[in-house]
Each structure stands twice: as structure tokens, then as C-alpha cells.
């Protein structure tokens, strides 16, 4: 998957070869912009991820590795919450993320969690529309 920051960054190094003048420099700069941004908050995740991760070395898949809650619920009303162990890394963040919400039926979410916050998880689920209509 490509780095679509290191992309732009290169596409706006040939287009520093513009004028001040050019009608470019304002799209130049949103994307300047807009590059900066992504790195920024690719800087505060790291961080978290630093914070939260797991001490425990038998966790896997990964030597260093994060907990991460996920809650859903799909087309039918069936609410679900439970966690995921995956690598401490912000590409494997990002791509839990992703597979999330490429296979999701509903809306959902992904948030990491500290080693105490994972311990004491309790997952479930929840049938809302067996609720609504009393079966």
C-alpha cells in the first residue's frame, strides 16, 4: 500500500520548480497542508500505540503487540464489542482499520486500549432487534 504522504511530498518536490507566481501554488500548499496534517496525527498514533503497548511477551502476533477494542453493528441490529491483539506498528493499526470497515455492515469502530482496560474486558453482544420485537 502506498504512502499517499510520501506520495504527495514527491509530487509537490517537481512542482517546487513553479513561479510564486503559478497558478499551482495554491493547490501546493493545500496539499503541503494536507501532508503535514496526515503526519501529524500519524505522530500522535505512534505515541499511543508506544503508551499501550502489551507488556505480556506471549501476546501475538508480534513481539511488541496493542489491544484494540472494536464495536460494530450490522444491518440486522446485532451490536457486537469485543478486542484484537495485533502488531504495535501503525501500518498494522491502519490495516486492521481498514479490513474493519471494508467488511463492515454497519457502523463501527476501533480504538486501542491499555493492558488493564484489555484485562478487563468483557466482550458481548446484543441483539437489538430481538429487542424491539420481544423474541
Not at 510564486?20 to 500519524?42: F, G, Q, W, Y
Request: aromatic letters at 8%.
Amino acid at each position: 500500500m502506498p504512502n499517499i504522504v510520501n506520495l504527495i511530498k514527491a509530487e509537490l518536490r517537481l512542482l517546487r520548480n513553479y513561479r510564486e507566481d503559478s497558478p499551482l501554488v495554491p493547490e501546493i500548499r493545500r496539499l503541503m497542508n494536507l501532508a503535514e496534517k496526515h503526519d501529524t496525527s500519524n505522530i500522535a498514533l505512534r505515541q499511543t500505540i508506544e503508551q499501550c503497548k502489551l507488556e505480556d511477551p506471549s501476546y501475538l502476533p508480534s513481539k511488541y503487540s496493542i489491544a484494540v477494542h472494536i464495536w460494530g453493528r450490522d444491518c440486522d441490529q446485532m451490536e457486537v464489542s469485543y478486542t484484537r491483539i495485533i502488531g504495535a506498528t501503525v501500518l498494522a493499526f491502519l490495516r486492521a482499520e481498514s479490513e474493519l470497515h471494508d467488511n463492515a455492515e454497519g457502523p463501527c469502530s476501533m480504538s486501542i486500549m491499555t493492558e488493564q482496560e484489555y484485562n478487563e474486558f468483557k466482550p458481548s453482544q446484543r441483539d437489538r432487534r430481538a429487542e424491539q420485537y420481544n423474541y
